[in-house]
Each structure stands twice: as C-alpha cells, then as structure tokens.
C-alpha cells in the first residue's frame, strides 16, 4: 500500500522558516516526479514545487521562487521542502504528492499525503 505522510507544519511568525518532510512507502518512487501543493481556505489547491527522484531537476511556483527549497532523500525514500522569508499568504495545508512526470498539475498526481497545517502569522 503507497503511503504518503507529511510532517513538519505548524504555527510561525511572517519572515520564519519551516521544513516539511513526506515519508514515501509502498513502493519505489525512483521514477517518480515529488510534488507539493497547497490549498487555503476557500481556494483551489495550487502547485508549489516539483523534484524528480533521479536527475535532480526541480521546478517552482513564481510565488515562492527564491523562498522555498525542494530536496529529496533518496536513501530514505523521504522529500523536503524548505520554506524560508514566510509571508501570511503562505498559510494553507501542505500536500506531498507522487506522479509518474513532473507536472505541475494537481491533476496528474497519483498518490497524495494526508497534509500537514501551515500557518504564518503577521
């Protein structure tokens, strides 16, 4: 059974940093593209950042270029975000996904986390 558990949210003031973690499990994401999105409340879930498994290609949201860095275990089967210079608007559920091409389109996600709560304060 494909698992996907992310940790590492919470509650930080604007201009703070958090790194979240996803736990991959159930098979092997070698050939995988590791998404994370986000979703506030009301609004439609959005991309913000995508890595391959091998290649080490990753690309990110216009939003949070320069701010957020995406980064993978291999070893241990577990991808990263790091999120640095956090702003109110970061705040939302934060969703680690698996797809089989790097997309930035919820939509060719197979397999998603549960998600894990950020939120920035101001």
């Known amino acids: 059974q494909v698992q996907l558990v992310e940790s590492g949210g919470g509650l930080v003031q604007a201009g703070g940093s958090l790194r979240l973690s996803c736990a991959a499990s159930?098979?092997?994401?070698?050939?995988?593209?590791m998404g994370w999105f986000r979703q506030a409340p009301g609004k439609e879930r959005e991309f913000v950042a995508v890595s391959r498994w091998s290649g080490g290609r990753t690309s990110y949201a216009d939003s949070v270029k320069g701010r957020f860095t995406i980064s993978r275990d291999n070893a241990k089967n577990a991808i990263f975000l790091r999120m640095d210079s956090l702003k109110p608007e970061d705040t939302g559920v934060y969703y680690c996904?698996?797809?089989?091409?790097?997309?930035?389109?919820?939509?060719?996600?197979?397999?998603w986390g549960q998600g894990t709560q950020v939120t920035v304060s101001s």
């Open positions: 996904a698996a797809a089989v091409g790097s997309s930035r389109y919820s939509g060719d996600y197979t397999y």
């Open positions: 159930g098979r092997t994401f070698s050939s995988y593209a």
